[in-house]
């Protein structure tokens, strides 16, 4: 549908009351009239395919470090300053390249395979109770769930403390929106602190249990990390755990409502999964991509540049709408159409460079492994009431959907 929206007045601070009904085409009007679109803060907002390419692939101009911005949005002592300068994602290379490397046994192919069955037995055992009661909502009884059990297993933290997870997480990245309110600042911050006390304990108890069995699991590394002296601070270590238990539960947990959602509006391509299942891996594909769940990515230019043959000084913070190039036509031909054979698909849902998620190959496992049992077992589903959208900018989050077996 056509925008009648005067496209020069968009701000991503007060956006329009339909936004979160259909986004995508603000996106679209953004992308044709105004691709470098200035925001009225000076902030600029970034639509088109190629632009966002430029900006993740140059991190030497394009910083993720997030000091200026949290300062401003946050102020200096503010516990959510805290987290969300120390976290991986928002800080630059070559602190960022020392943390990220600390990451990479957990994501190994043999960590990920070494995974693959208790992902299976969790999925059997939703749709096991799906299949008895004939109904689910979806968020709460599959695709929260999922992905909270393996961060948890991954971490090593008791997955029985995932509904205190979840409300921090909620807490701390709602924060991430482009404006918050006085309620939402004091709730982030409390969710900082306490989930810090929480992981200090459980550190703690970890350092005299030690989990010989699993290698992997991301505490004792960084926990190992941080008694080394000089790999990881005690702050650092804790701000990873956090960010990890975050960005490893919020992001999957939509991937899979979306892609239920998606597929249940257009039964055909259920059709077409359960009678090719080779498409398994270009749906999933073509879910992260539709809808994807971090529409929204930043960086700031830290010399005087260009994109797309325009000037950019030094200082400018750029909003890379993910979701808008994941939807750019010179890209990806006939955008809005859900096809799960969608091929080449390089969306930009997962980031790019060397921030690209490193979580990537567990979010696609999960969602091949639910999808695929899923639409097998119950190839009749039906939406029950239209799905819950989330008020929500940068996170694109499915509040609620309901569905029945057939
Ligand atoms: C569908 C699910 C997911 C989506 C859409 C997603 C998206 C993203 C994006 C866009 C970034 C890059 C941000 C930037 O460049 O500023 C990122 C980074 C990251 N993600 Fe994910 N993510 C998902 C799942 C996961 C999972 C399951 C984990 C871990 C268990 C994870 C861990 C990370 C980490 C550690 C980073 C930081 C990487 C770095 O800064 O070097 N993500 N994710």
């Not at 404006?179 to 108890?205: C, M, P």
């Not at 505490?219 to 270590?237: M, Q, R, S």
């Not at 080779?278 to 991509?289: A, G, S, T």
């Not at 750029?318 to 010179?330: F, K, Q, Y």
Request: glycine share 4%; aromatic share 8%.
């Amino acid at each position: 549908m056509a925008c009648d929206f005067d496209i020069s007045e968009f701000s991503l601070l007060d956006v329009p009351d339909d936004y979160i009904d259909d986004p995508y085409r603000y996106f679209a009007a953004l992308r044709e009239r105004s691709p470098m679109h200035r925001n009225p803060d000076g902030t600029v907002i970034l639509t088109r395919y190629d632009d966002c390419v430029a900006a993740y692939r140059d991190p030497a101009v394009w910083s993720s470090d997030k000091k200026d911005d949290f300062g401003q949005k946050f102020g200096a002592s503010a516990p959510l300053y805290e987290h969300h300068t120390t976290s991986v994602v928002f800080i630059d290379p070559p602190d960022h390249t020392r943390i990220r490397r600390l990451f990479q046994a957990a994501f190994t192919r043999k960590a990920l395979a070494a995974f693959e069955p208790r992902i299976i037995a969790l999925v059997d055992g939703y749709l096991d109770r799906f299949e008895e009661q004939g109904s689910m909502e979806v968020v709460e009884d599959l695709s929260f769930k999922l992905p909270i059990e393996v961060v948890c297993d991954m971490l090593g933290v008791p997955a029985r403390d995932r509904l205190l997870i979840r409300s921090w997480a909620v807490a701390i990245l709602t924060a991430l929106e482009p404006s918050i309110d006085r309620e939402q600042f004091d709730t982030g911050n409390r969710a900082v602190v306490e989930f810090k006390d929480y992981l200090r304990d459980l550190i703690k108890w970890r350092r005299s249990h030690p989990n010989e069995a699993a290698p992997t699991e991301v505490l004792t590394v960084l926990a190992d990390a941080e008694a080394d002296g000089e790999k990881l601070t005690e702050t650092e270590l804790l701000h990873q755990c956090i960010f990890m238990l975050n960005a490893g539960h919020e992001t999957s947990t939509n991937m899979l409502s979306h892609g239920i959602h998606e597929m249940v509006r257009n039964p055909n391509e259920i059709r077409r999964l359960n009678s090719i299942p080779d498409l398994i891996e270009p749906m999933v594909e073509e879910v992260l991509r539709y809808q994807a769940p971090i529409q929204i990515n930043n960086r700031r230019s830290i010399q005087d540049t260009e994109i797309g043959g325009v000037g950019i000084p030094r200082g400018t913070t750029v909003h890379l709408i993910v979701a808008a190039a994941n939807r750019d036509p010179g890209q990806f031909p006939d955008p809005d159409r859900f096809d799960i054979s969608r091929r080449p698909n390089r969306h930009l849902s997962f980031g790019l460079g060397v921030h690209i998620c490193a979580g990537n190959s567990l979010a696609r496992l999960e969602a091949a492994i639910a999808f695929r049992r899923l639409f097998a077992r119950f190839p009749k589903l039906q939406l029950v009431s239209p799905a819950e959208i989330a008020p929500r900018l940068r996170f694109r989050e499915v509040k609620r959907l309901h569905v029945s077996t057939h």
